[in-house]
């Protein structure tokens, strides 16, 4: 199903993150894309070399959070992210993802479902956060289907969720999202708390004041009430 929702193409370059004993790892070779997969435990990695062996498959060993993904990903060419992400690096790889010097046009994940839920998450909500502003700047996320525990085993005491995240088509300049990435941490940092005096602790009162005057806003404004094209702004 997950693969049916990425809709292959014979050529296209694919990154997997997690391919395991390479269940969806072979699908996607047999499709004829250009897969790179990464993947950290000694055994598996060891498996899958012996296992899937093809001109349009690449194996690298190493940790999904902190592999060099300049050498390995072609950015002269658009490529999809796909991946059964281990549940405790989920935002750390996706924030990684966001952060390339050209992020992947689409993502497929299967996370937990609480997690999936933030992506798609609105303003004036306790699930809205810094990681639905960050990849909000950059994707619209769209929950594709819930998977019960029982079809995993062990199975987990979560719900989990197929989440699709495709790139907007005028995202912000990089300048614009390192600022960005600051911005809302700062402003999340402590949410009950109003979100001037934490912006400010980040960046100059003057240019803060400026901001909060151009979009209208008071000084009462807390970080889950702004919009992610206000924060953009």
Known sequence: AMVRSMELTKGE?????????????????DAG???TSVE???????????????????????DACRVNYDEIVDYDKSFRCIANLPYAISSIFIAKMTELPRPPSEMFFLLQKE???????????KKYGSLTVRAGALYNSKILRTVPPQVFHPPPKVDSAFIQMKIKENIP???????LNKLVR???SQRRKKAFKLICSSFPKEKV??????????????AENIEIVQYVK
Do not use: W
């Open 13 to 29: 370059q694919v990154l997997e993150v997690g391919p395991g004993t390479g269940i969806l790892t072979k699908i996607i070779v």
């Open 33 to 35: 894309c250009n897969l």
């Open 40 to 62: 950290t435990d000694t055994k598996l990695h060891k498996y899958l070399s012996e296992n899937i062996i093809a001109d349009n498959f690449r194996l690298v060993f190493g």
């Open 115 to 125: 997690m999936a839920e933030r992506f798609s998450a609105k303003p004036h909500t």
């Open 173 to 179: 300049s990089k300048p614009c999202l390192l600022n």
């Open 186 to 188: 700062a402003a999340f």
């Open 209 to 222: 004041l400026d901001a909060y005057d151009l979009l209208g806003f008071d000084d009462n404004v807390r």
